[in-house]
C-alpha cells in the first residue's frame, strides 16, 4: 500500500476516532506531538548540509550567466510571493475581534532580537533554537567561501554522505506519518468545536486560491511573455510529473523527472544540445534547497493564526513578519511556522490545525513549489541562451489576469462567509448571558426612608440585610445579563458575602457624584462597582483592601489604534482630545506622563462609544474597556507603550466606620487566600464564564450514551 494511502487512512481514522471519543481523545495528543518532534530532528541538520554542499559544489565562473540570471528571477518570484503573504490576509472574512481582557494588553513585550534572528553568532544555538534565518545565513555565507577552497571535493562529498544519511533517517520517519496524522486528527477532532473547525476553511481556501492562481495562471503567464514557449506546452510538458508530485507530496524524488521535461520544452521548440542539457541538470538540484512560492506563500498560515486568536494583524507586523517569513521557507513549514509563532507570540496550539490541514496543503505546496523551480530553470537557461525577449504588453496582461482572478475568487469568499462567522462567534451574546455561579440570596426592596450607618457585621447581620450602592453600567463588575439580572464580578462577590454571612441583600442605584455622600449620610453600607482607589477621594471614605487592580488605556476605534500605539505618538498628536470620566487627580497623573494632553470630561463611557463625543479616544481602565469592546466591537482597548498607571480596585465604605472595615478586609483576605477571587477574576474579566463547559459532541457519548 502507497504512503500517501496510509496517511489518508490514517487521518479519516483519527476524525473518526475523536468523533467517536470526543474528549477521551485528548491523551492522543502526545502521539502526536512526538511525531512533529521527530520530523523536526532532521530538517534543520539537513538544510545546512544541503545549502553547504550545493553552494561549494558550483562552479561558479563558467556558469555565471546562469547563476545570475536564475538568481534574478528567484527574487522577482519571491517578491510576488511576498506580496501574496502581504496581500492574502486582506481577504480574510471579517470578523468582530473584540475579546475580554487579557493580561498580555498590559504586559511590555520584550523587543525582537532581530541580532540573535538573523546573526548566527553561535550556529550550534541556533540548530538547537530552530533559528531558522540565522542557520540559512550562516549556510549561504560559509557555502560561498567553501565554493572558493580549491581542494574541497573531499570536504562537499563527506557532507553529501552525511546529508544523504539524514536523508535516509527522514525517510524511515516519514514512515510514521500515519500514526502521526491519526494522533494528530484524533485529539483536534475530539477537542475542537465545529466553529472552530469551520474557521480553518478560511486558510484552506485562500492558500487553494494562491497556489492555483500563481501556479496554474501566474507563473505561465510570465514565462509565456518573456521566452519563445506558449502557455499550453508550459503546463502540458511537465503534467504527469506535476500529478505524480500530487500524489507523493515530494519534490525531491521527482527532480530527475522535472529535468527531462525542462530538456522536453526546450526540444520541442528546436533548442536542444549539451548545454542546455548540462545547464538543467545543474539548475533544478542548485534551485532546490532555495525558497519557492509554494513554501513561502503557505507562511500565510501565521497571519491566520492570529486572525484565528483575534490578535491584532497590523501593517507595521506584517513587514516584520515577511523579512522573517522569506528567509524561513528555507526550510520546511514543519520547522518555519512554529518559529514565526514563537516569534510573534502566537497560541503554539493553533499549529495543531496547520498539522492536521498538510494532509491536502502539502500536497498543493509541493506543485507550485514544483511549478516555480520549472518556471525557473526554463528562464534561466533561456536567459543564458539569449532567447529572453521582455514583452511589456504580456507581462502587464499577466499581472492584470492575476490580480483580477484573485478579486473574482476572493472578494466573494470574504464577505459572503464572513457574516456567518460573525454570526458564530458572537462574544456579545456569550458576554449577555453571563450569571453567578454562587446561589443567589434573597434580595430587599429598597426603601428610601433609612439612613444610618452600621457600626459592625453584627449590627448589619440584626438588621439582615446588606445595603450595596452601585452605578449601572459599570461592566464588567456590575451590568445586567439578557434575563435582566444584575451579575457582574461585584456582584457576585457581594452575593458570595451575604450568603456567607447569612443576611439578603439590597441593591441600591446611585450616581457617580453621590457615592460618597451616600454613603457618609447612611444611604448604603458598601459601595462595590468597580472602584479605583485614587488619592483625591481616600480621605471621604473608607476602603477595602484591594480584591483587583485596574490598567489605564485607552479606549478606541478599531482602525484609529495605531495612531496611540506608544506615548510618543500621543504626544506629538497636539489636535487631540481623549474623553474621561476620571477625577482631576488622575487626569494629572495622565499629564506627568503626557504632557501636553487634552481632555474631554464626559459623563460615562457610553456617552464616549456613542458617538456623543468630540474625543479621538478614551482614557479607561483596560479591565472594564475589554467588556465594553464585547457590547461595541467596532472599538478596540490598547495599552500605549510607555503609559504605567494602574489603580486598585476595592469596596468603599463610611467614614470612619473602621470595624466593618476590618472584618472585610479579613473576609477578602479569605477569598484571596482560598483562590476565589482569582476564580471570580477569571471568570468575569478573562472571560471565562463565556466558555461553554458542556463536554464536546461525541459518539461514545451523544449516541452510545457509554458514558456522562
Known sequence: MKLSTKILIGLFLGIFTGVFLGEYAEPL??????????????VMPYILVSLLSNIGKVKLSEQRALIKSAAVVLVILLICGLGAVFLLPMFFPTWESSSFFSSNLVTLSEPLDYIRIYIPHNIFGSLAENVVPAVVLFAIIVGVALNSIPNNTKFIQALDVFGDALNIANKHIVKLTPFGIFGIAAHTAGMMSLDELGLIQVYVVIYTVAVVIL???????????????????????????????????????????????????????????????????LMLPLAYPFPNLGTLVIMVFVPFAAWFAGKPFTVGDQFGFLGSALLSSFVAPITGIPFLMDTLKLPQDIFQLFIVST?????????????????????????????VKIHALKLTRAFAITIGLSLILLLPFKFLIGESFQESFDKYESFMQMD?????????IPDSTEYYIPSSIQAIQEKGYVRVGYMSDALPYVFFNEHNRKVGLDVELINLFAYEMGIKLQWIQIDRSEITQ??????????????????????????????????LSLLIKDHKRDKYKDINHIIQNEEAYFATNQSDYLKTRITEELPGTRFEQVESVRTFVEGDS???????????????TLVYPEYCIIHPEGLHIKMPVSWMMAKDNLELVRFINKWIELKQYDGTIDQLYSYWILGEGTKKKEPKWSIIRNVLHWVE
Open 29 to 42: 495528543h502526545y502521539i502526536g506531538d512526538a511525531f512533529i518532534g521527530l520530523m523536526q530532528m532532521t
Open 614 to 628: 468630540k474625543a479621538d479616544a478614551m482614557f479607561f481602565s483596560a479591565e472594564a474597556g475589554s467588556a465594553w
Open 436 to 444: 453567578i455561579t454562587t446561589p443567589r440570596v434573597v434580595q430587599v
Open 518 to 551: 451616600a454613603i457618609n449620610e447612611g444611604r448604603i453600607d458598601i459601595f462595590a462597582s468597580g472602584v479605583p482607589v485614587l488619592v483625591d477621594i481616600m480621605d471621604k471614605a473608607e476602603f477595602s483592601e484591594p480584591y483587583s487592580e485596574m490598567n
Open 215 to 281: 501556479g496554474l495562471i501566474f507563473i505561465p503567464l510570465v514565462v509565456s511573455a518573456v521566452t519563445p514557449f506558449r502557455f499550453k506546452d508550459f503546463l502540458n510538458i511537465p503534467r504527469s510529473t506535476l500529478l505524480t508530485i500530487f500524489a507523493t507530496g515530494k519534490i525531491v524524488i521527482l527532480l530527475p523527472q522535472l529535468i527531462e521535461n525542462v530538456k522536453e520544452l526546450f526540444k520541442k521548440y528546436n533548442y536542444e544540445d549539451d548545454q542546455i542539457d548540462s545547464s538543467a541538470e
Open 359 to 387: 494532509a491536502y496543503t502539502d500536497r498543493i505546496r509541493v506543485v507550485l513549489g514544483s511549478i516555480h523551480l520549472f518556471g525557473l530553470t526554463v528562464i534561466a537557461i533561456a536567459y543564458a541562451r539569449g532567447l
